[in-house]
């Protein structure tokens, strides 16, 4: 529990500092955990394309996060001739359209995005001599995430000694593929079936409580649809019918459960 309360969040606060933070950091033994269902809108477009109502996800993407520094040199971007820069700024910007094009010959379900960049010193006529940026990487099969992170770091490597720059990489999150209790899922479908509503088995694109609290426990995951696949946004929307059907898959299985 001590090492557990100890852990540092990316934002440099400890778990238990958070805990302390909200009240939540009690004292009473853990019981075991029966099962865990969690019911939650899909954050993709997948549900409303196809008119599915619920999504019976079967596991969880791996995800990988790391922040990359690229050190370079400042110039005037008028008098600095192209073979003479060491140009951070262009490294970071190879470096998203390289992780693009090895995601898509990686195939299936590899994703990679580039989703904070930041230039120094973000002038206009001014070679950045930083660039920091992020590059999220997932994918639902671990070895193929891990051929993805080793392509990434090799193509860093690469571009620092072609360019005459520095490169330094930190993690900032890792996690495993999960996959979801087999038969947890089959009820999941089975109920969302007998409740007469369309089902689609998917992973899920996005973390949940439920990737974790698989590693204590059987657990599973209903998605409804995400108008637009539109999430972390003021125009995130579900139809009340969906979360109304959403809400009764979970009821019904945690009904059965209860039995």
């Given amino acids: 529990v001590d090492r557990a309360r100890a852990t540092v969040g990316i934002d ?21 955990v029966h099962a865990y269902v969690e019911l939650h809108i899909e954050q993709g477009p997948v549900l409303e394309q196809e008119g599915i109502t619920i999504g019976v996800v079967e596991g969880v993407q791996g995800i990988s996060w790391t922040e ?13 001739p192209l073979r003479l820069r060491h140009d951070a700024g262009w490294v970071a910007g190879s470096m998203i359209a390289f992780v693009r094009s090895m995601a ?4 299936g379900d590899q994703i990679a995005t580039v989703g904070s960049l930041r230039l120094h010193p973000d002038l206009v006529n001014v070679i950045p001599n930083r660039a920091v940026f992020t590059l999220d990487l997932r ?6 995430l891990q051929q993805a992170e080793a392509q990434a770091f090799a193509e860093l490597d690469r571009l ?5 720059v520095t490169v330094q990489h930190r993690s900032l999150a890792r996690f495993e593929p999960v996959r979801f209790d ?8 089975a109920t969302a079936q007998g409740l007469g509503l369309s089902t689609r088995r998917m992973p899920s694109g996005a973390g949940h ?17 995400s108008a637009g696949g ?27 459960l209860a039995q």
């Fill in 12 to 32: 440099g606060v400890t778990v238990g500092e958070a805990l302390d933070g909200i009240g939540y950091a009690g004292t009473d033994a853990p019981t075991p």
């Fill in 68 to 80: 990359v520094t690229v050190t370079g040199v400042s110039n005037h971007a008028g008098t600095t």
């Fill in 104 to 107: 898509r010959a990686l195939g």
């Fill in 139 to 144: 994918n639902t099969d671990e070895a193929v």
């Fill in 160 to 164: 620092a000694a072609q360019e005459g």
């Fill in 182 to 189: 087999s038969a947890l899922v089959d009820r999941v479908e």
């Fill in 209 to 225: 409580d439920a990737q974790m609290l698989a590693r204590i426990c059987p657990a599973a995951m209903i998605f409804v649809p």
């Fill in 230 to 256: 539109i999430s972390h946004n003021v125009k995130e929307h579900t139809e009340p019918a969906d979360l109304e059907a959403g809400a009764n898959v979970l009821l019904h299985v945690l009904w059965s």
